[in-house]
């Protein structure tokens, strides 16, 4: 009887020794796990600037240099009489809207605003840049850019992409002071009515 007590103790103290094992050995295991996914907390955190970046709004969108694109120019109406009939605004030029400027012709002249045409409420299809008295064009922009300011302001939705954005080729421009104007322009009537803000640019 007492050797067989004896040989359950040891058997016991065995079963105890492979339980501390095995615990052991499980908790290691969960360790390495977890350092190689990173706790809940540390996913949380570096998903979430990526996930803010991806939804910011209203990015300024990638523009190209626009080109002075317009079949038979010679035939295009420009309509400065009645500056009101006509919705939309020459922005600014390079970020600045003020009315004198002396801009730079070492790169690319941003310009932007927004623009719709005067018969309907929907946005114009496209932006003429003319430069000088004569209305000498120097770049057509397309009318595609958001503007969720202007459709709430507006409380049309028809505005939501009004607005246009594009660079001028320095090339494209005089030696001289001029003054630049954005025209809201209808290729089908070929008319082209002023927008609100012209600019009068010097160059260094």
């Known amino acids: 009887m007492t050797k067989y007590n ?3 103790s040891a058997f016991h103290s065995g079963n105890v020794k492979f339980t501390k094992i095995i615990t052991l050995a499980c908790v290691s295991c969960m360790a390495l796990i977890l350092g190689a996914c990173g706790s809940p907390q540390a996913v949380e955190q570096t998903t979430e600037p990526s ?11 990638t523009t190209e240099v626009a080109k002075a ?3 038979n120019p010679e035939e295009v109406t420009f309509i400065t009489e009645d500056e009101t009939v006509v919705a939309g605004s020459f922005d600014a030029i390079n970020g600045n809207n003020a009315p004198t400027q002396t801009i730079s012709k ?3 002249i941003s310009v932007g605003g927004w623009a719709a045409m005067p018969s309907n409420t929907k946005p114009a299809e496209q932006v003429i840049i003319t430069v000088g008295d004569d209305n000498s064009i120097v770049a057509v922009v397309p009318v595609n850019v958001e503007r969720s300011d202007v459709a709430e302001a507006l409380k049309n939705q028809e505005y939501l992409k009004s607005g246009w954005q ?4 320095p090339s494209q421009l005089p030696e001289e002071a001029t003054t630049i104007k954005a025209w809201a ?5 070929k008319e082209a009515f002023i927008l609100p803000n012209v600019y009068e640019v010097n160059f260094n």
């Not at 594009?166 to 080729?169: L, Q, R, S, T, V």
């Not at 322009?185 to 009537?189: A, D, E, H, W």
């Open 51 to 61: 996930q803010v970046e991806s939804t910011a709004p209203e990015e300024e969108p």
């Open 185 to 189: 322009y209808s290729p089908s009537t």
């Open 106 to 108: 070492e790169t690319p």
């Open 166 to 169: 594009g660079k001028i080729e």
């Open 69 to 71: 694109e317009i079949e």
């Open 6 to 8: 004896l040989n359950s």
